[in-house]
């Protein structure tokens, strides 16, 4: 079945810089497009960014405002978010998700169990 | 930004009880409208599509509807495990956007 599994959060401080990943298993990945949503603690569900399945295409929430890149390998089965000049406000759990039919995204059918990303000092 | 208004925001229901939440956009999506289900420390989970698409393995007690801005959630016969967060979300346009939530408890 579809398993998705995200890993590279932590500890950071302001200013800092990570490399979320999201391991994929299960289905044809490179049919897939695929996208990040974040939960801040206490807070609901945002969108962040997709990424076509072939990684040609890409969207962002305005509010990333260019410190967040999407990308793919699809010949590893991975997406990653690359996350620079971390703030305060980005301190939330992470979650990859997979569009829900191939080559479409309007909703997500599958997701991750998150990984966790702090921003303090 | 399309916004989209949850109401309630938390909800007190018994196992067997009838519950519905309803979800407003702030403009015109036709039925591009999804609703997700949420437990602390779990993956979310796909429950509703394109506003009354049943997702496979979701049962049936669960049901969508609605078009334009306003749609409902509606769940028949509660079962324990269907307490948990809920959340609708667009994807008219980018970007997508999320209701706050309704959080649904035991009373």
């Known amino acids: 079945q579809v398993h998705l599994v995200e890993s590279g959060g932590g500890l950071v401080k302001p200013g800092g810089s990570l490399r979320l990943s999201c391991a994929a298993s299960?289905?044809?990945?490179?049919?897939?497009?695929m996208t990040w949503i974040r939960q801040a603690p206490g807070k609901g569900l945002e969108w962040l960014s997709y990424i076509s399945n072939s990684g040609r295409y890409t969207n962002y929430a305005d509010s990333l405002k260019g410190r967040f890149t999407i990308s793919r390998d699809n010949a590893k089965n991975s997406l990653f978010l690359q996350v620079n000049s971390l703030r305060a406000e980005d301190t939330a759990v992470y979650y990859c998700?997979?569009?829900?039919?191939?080559?479409?995204?309007?909703?997500?059918?599958?997701w991750g169990q998150g990984t966790l990303v702090t921003v303090s000092s | 930004d399309i916004q989209m208004t949850q109401s309630p925001s938390s909800l007190s229901a018994s196992v067997g009880d009838r519950v519905t939440i309803t979800c407003r956009a702030s403009q015109h999506i036709s039925t591009f409208l999804n609703w997700y289900q949420h437990k602390p420390g779990r993956a979310p989970k796909l429950l509703i599509y394109t506003a009354t698409t049943l997702q496979s393995g979701v049962p049936s007690r669960f049901s969508g509807s609605g078009s334009g801005t306003d749609f409902t959630l509606s769940i028949n016969i509660l079962q324990p495990e269907d307490f948990a967060t809920y959340y609708c979300?667009?994807?008219?346009?980018?970007?997508?956007?999320f209701g706050q939530g309704t959080n649904l408890e035991i009373k």
């Open positions: 998700a997979r569009g829900g039919v191939p080559t479409s995204i309007n909703w997500f059918d599958s």
């Open positions: 979300q667009q994807s008219y346009n980018t970007p997508y956007t």
């Open positions: 299960g289905f044809p990945f490179s049919d897939y497009y």
